[in-house]
């Protein structure tokens, strides 16, 4: 069994800040892709940003200078750290990891945390 929880949404002005984190737990194995997605009311969900397990980033057009994804593979961990938000980033994001268990290998999807980007 592997739970993935998000934390670090919220309100933020537009210009503003905001550092959202994934947490894997369980009988994880190794941790290979993970990335972060999110969707906005009335849109299909999109990639935001991912990393692979040796570091390597790849972002959205859409946020391409404002986001930073890293990873902390000791903590079992995925970070976006997002800067000068804009109102069209508000959505729910989503964590997403591809992770081996003693049994197999399966993606798995985070419950989604919250962002407004509104002044």
């Known amino acids: 069994q592997v739970q993935l929880v998000e934390s670090g949404g919220g309100l933020v002005q537009p210009g503003g800040s905001l550092r959202l984190s994934c947490v894997a737990s369980?009988?994880?194995?190794?941790?290979?892709?993970m990335g972060w997605y999110r969707q906005a009311p009335g849109k299909q969900r999109e990639m935001v940003a991912s990393i692979s397990s040796s570091g390597i980033p790849n972002y959205g057009d859409s946020v391409k200078g404002r986001f930073t994804i890293s990873r902390e593979n000791a903590k079992n961990t995925v970070n976006l750290q997002m800067n000068n938000l804009k109102p069209e980033d508000t959505a729910v994001y989503y964590c997403k990891t591809t992770i081996s268990t003693p049994l197999n290998i399966n993606i798995y999807w985070g419950q989604g945390t919250q962002v407004t980007v509104s002044s």
């Open positions: 369980g009988s994880i194995g190794s941790i290979y892709y």
